[in-house]
């Protein structure tokens, strides 16, 4: 069974950066995307950033586009989002993300992580 545990969140002012990661154990799956979602207060849950594997493909929402990097780490089973120039509108629960791109073709979700941008 695929688990997914995220780290990193926290207040950070409006302009300050974070990195968010998350750790995910279980079985290995040749293709599969990775990646986060966030939901906002009042908010649909939405599409941050995802990596797919193997061909590394990466979608960014518009929103943070220019502003956010994300990367994984294959060996360690990690997966990270730099976040730079924080806004107040990225304030959320970001979550991370792995489905499978194989039979069964199954999605998991992490507990996710707090992130707050206030000044």
């Known amino acids: 069974q695929v688990q997914l545990v995220e780290s990193g969140g926290g207040l950070v002012q409006p302009g300050g950066s974070l990195r968010l990661s998350c750790a995910k154990s279980?079985?290995?799956?040749?293709?599969?995307?990775m990646g986060w979602y966030r939901r906002a207060p009042g908010k649909q849950r939405e599409l941050v950033a995802t990596?797919?594997?193997?061909?590394?493909?990466?979608n960014y929402a518009d929103s943070v586009k220019g502003r956010s990097t994300i990367s994984r780490d294959f060996g360690k089973n990690m997966a990270y989002l730099q976040m730079d120039n924080l806004k107040p509108e990225d304030t959320a629960v970001y979550y991370c993300?792995?489905?499978?791109?194989?039979?069964?073709?199954?999605?998991?979700w992490g507990q996710g992580t707090q992130v707050t941008v206030s000044s």
């Open positions: 993300y792995y489905k499978l791109e194989v039979f069964p073709f199954n999605q998991y």
């Open positions: 279980g079985p290995n799956y040749g293709a599969n995307i």
């Open positions: 990596l797919s594997t193997p061909d590394s493909a990466t």
